[in-house]
C-alpha cells in the first residue's frame, strides 16, 4: 500500500493541476520576469476597487526598478516568522490539544506536511496559483520556478515599488504550507498518516492553489495609466479580485479554505472511539500555550508581511493584528469566566487564535477601532462556534477547526466590507488610474465579500468531499479500532512523545 501511495506521490508532483494550460493564447501583461523587464503579480491584499482590478503593461523604464533593501529584508523576516506559525507554532498548539498517546503524530503531520507543501509549491503550486492563466486556474509557465532567478521582481502596491520575485515565492509557499496543515485538526487522532499526506497533494492542488489564484492574482499596479488599460488587463486578474474582494492575508484562502476541509472530513471520517464517553482531554495546555504565542508572534509576519513592503501600511497590519488578538483574548475569557464560572487558559489561547483569524483579511484595511471592534466580536462568536454551533453540526472536529478559523473567518472577511469604509476609519481601497483612494461604496462592497465568502465554502467543501472519498478508495482515512485506541504514536510511528 505505501508503494501505491508513494507512486501517486510521485504522479501528482510530477504532472501538478491537470487543468488546460492557457500560456499559448494570452495577450503579454506584466506577469514576466525581470528578464522581460518587468515584476509579476503580487498578493491582492490591498486589491483595487471593482472596475479598476488589472493593470496595463509596464513601461519599458520597468527594466531599470531595482528591490528596495529594506522591503527585502522585511520580507525576509516576514517569511521566517510565517514559517515559524507553522513549525513549530501550529505543530505545539495542535499537539497539546490532543491526548498524550497522540502527541507526536500531530506534531509529525504538521512536520511533514510543512515539507510536502513547500516541495510542491516549487514544482507547480505557484505557477499555477501567480501565474496568468484564466479567471481561476494559472498556467504552467513556472513549474519548477523556471525562468526566476535573483534578478526577477515581482511587484507591489505601490507603482514603481518591486522586491525579489523569490522571497515572494516563499512567502505564499509559507502561507499555502500552513493553510494545509491546519485542516488535520478536524479529525485528529484517528486518521492514517498515508491518508493525511495523500488527501494533503490533493486538497492543495484543487483547492488552495485556485483560491489564492482567484483572490490574490492580479498583474501589479504600475500598468494603471489609464482606464482603457486597465480594463483591458482586469480579465487576467482572479475571479474573485474582478469582483472587488479585500482579503489582506487569507481570510478566504487560507481560514474558510482549511475549516471547510476540516469539517467535511470530521464529517465523513467520523467520530473518535468513546467520542461522548471517555476524556479526551489536553495532554499540555503548557504546549498548548506556547504554540498560541508563536502564532500571535509569527502572525506579524503573516499579517504585516502581506503589506510587501516595510511601509505605513505594513505598521498598520502590526498594530491591528496585536490589539485585534489582545481583544478576542479577553472577550472569549471574560464570556467564558461569565458562563462557566472560571477562565481557562484554553480559552485564552482559543481566544487570541480567533482574533488572528478575524483579523487577518482585515487588518491592513480597517482602522484601530475596527480591530477592536472584530477582535472582540471574534471571541465571542467563536466561543459559540465551539460550543453551540459545534452542538448543532454534530461533528467530531477534534481541535475546532471550524469554530475558529471558519467562524472566526467569515466574520473577519464580511467585517472588512463594513470597516475597511474611510468614514468608519478605515482605508478605503485605492484607484490605481487616479491615483487616489477611490470613493467607497459600503453595499457593494459586502456583497463582494460575500461572493468570497459563498466561494470559499463551496469550493472548498465539495473538493474535499471528492478528495476524501478518492482517499478512502485507494488507501483508506482511518486507522483500525484498536491503532486508534492505543494511540497514533506508537501505531504509525512507532514512537512516543513522551517516555515514563
Not at 500500500?1 to 501538478?16: D, N, P
Not at 507526536?104 to 511533514?112: E, R
Not at 509557465?141 to 534578478?151: E, N, S, V, Y
Not at 483500525?480 to 512516543?496: F, K, P, Q, T, Y
Request: with cysteine; hydrophobic share 55%; proline share 3%.
Amino acid at each position: 500500500m505505501m508503494k501505491k501511495l508513494f507512486v501517486l506521490l510521485l504522479m501528482v508532483a510530477a504532472v501538478g493541476f491537470v487543468g488546460p494550460s492557457h500560456a499559448e493564447d494570452k495577450p503579454a501583461t506584466a506577469v514576466q520576469t525581470s528578464a522581460e523587464a518587468t515584476p509579476t503579480a503580487p498578493v491582492a491584499s490591498m486589491a483595487a476597487p471593482a472596475g479598476v482590478v488589472a493593470t496595463a503593461a509596464l513601461a519599458p523604464a520597468a527594466a531599470a526598478l531595482v528591490p528596495n533593501k529594506g522591503d527585502t529584508a522585511w520580507m525576509i523576516v516576514a517569511t521566517a516568522f510565517v514559517i515559524l506559525m507553522s513549525i513549530p507554532g501550529l505543530a505545539l498548539f495542535y499537539g497539546g490539544l490532543v491526548r498524550s498517546k497522540n502527541m507526536l503524530s500531530v506534531l509529525m503531520q504538521v512536520f511533514v506536511i510543512f515539507a510536502l507543501i513547500s516541495v510542491l509549491w516549487a514544482v507547480y503550486g505557484y505557477s499555477i496559483a501567480f501565474s496568468e492563466g484564466n479567471a481561476f486556474f494559472g498556467s504552467f509557465d513556472k513549474l519548477f520556478l523556471k525562468g526566476i532567478t535573483p534578478d526577477s521582481v515581482a511587484a507591489t502596491f505601490s507603482k514603481g515599488i518591486v522586491i525579489p520575485e523569490l522571497i515572494y515565492v516563499a512567502f505564499q509557499g509559507a502561507f499555502a504550507a500552513i493553510t494545509v496543515a491546519l485542516v488535520i485538526g478536524s479529525f485528529a487522532e484517528r486518521i492514517k498518516f498515508s491518508a493525511v499526506l495523500l488527501f494533503s497533494v490533493l486538497w492543495f492542488t484543487f483547492s488552495y492553489l485556485p483560491m489564492a489564484h482567484m483572490v490574490w492574482y492580479w498583474a501589479g499596479p504600475d500598468g494603471y495609466i489609464s482606464t482603457e488599460a486597465a480594463d483591458k488587463l482586469g480579465a487576467t486578474a482572479g475571479w474573485l479580485f474582478q469582483k472587488g474582494a479585500l482579503d489582506f492575508a487569507g481570510g478566504t484562502v487560507v481560514h474558510i479554505d482549511a475549516a471547510m476541509a476540516g469539517i467535511v472530513g470530521a464529517f465523513l471520517i467520523g467520530k473518535r472511539v468513546g467520542y461522548g464517553k471517555d476524556s479526551m482531554a489536553p495532554h499540555s495546555l503548557t504546549m498548548t500555550m506556547i504554540g498560541a504565542s508563536l502564532l500571535w508572534f509569527g502572525w506579524f509576519g503573516f499579517n504585516a508581511g502581506s503589506a510587501l513592503e516595510a511601509n505605513g501600511a505594513a505598521a498598520l497590519a502590526f498594530v491591528n493584528t496585536w490589539l485585534a488578538t489582545a481583544a478576542a483574548t479577553m472577550s472569549w475569557m471574560f464570556v467564558e469566566w461569565l458562563f462557566k464560572g472560571k477562565p481557562s487558559m484554553l480559552g485564552g489561547a482559543s481566544g487570541a487564535v480567533a482574533g488572528l483569524v478575524a483579523i487577518t483579511p482585515a487588518c491592513g484595511f480597517v482602522g484601530v477601532v475596527g480591530a477592536l471592534i472584530i477582535g472582540l466580536l471574534a471571541g465571542v462568536i467563536c466561543l459559540w462556534g465551539v460550543n453551540g454551533l459545534k452542538k448543532l453540526l454534530g461533528a467530531d472536529d477534534s481541535l475546532d477547526v471550524f469554530g475558529v478559523h471558519g467562524v472566526g473567518g467569515i466574520l473577519g472577511s464580511l467585517l472588512t466590507g463594513v470597516f475597511a469604509a474611510p468614514s468608519l476609519g478605515g482605508t478605503g481601497v485605492y484607484d490605481y488610474v487616479a491615483n487616489k483612494v477611490g470613493d467607497y461604496d459600503m453595499p457593494a462592497q459586502l456583497i463582494s465579500q460575500l461572493w468570497a465568502v459563498g466561494t470559499a465554502v463551496v469550493w472548498s467543501g465539495v473538493v474535499a468531499f471528492i478528495c476524501y472519498k478518492a482517499v478512502d478508495l485507494i488507501i483508506g482515512l482511518r486507522v483500525a479500532e484498536d491503532e486508534e485506541r492505543e494511540g497514533l504514536d506508537i501505531a504509525s510511528h512507532g514512537e512516543s512523545a513522551y517516555h515514563y
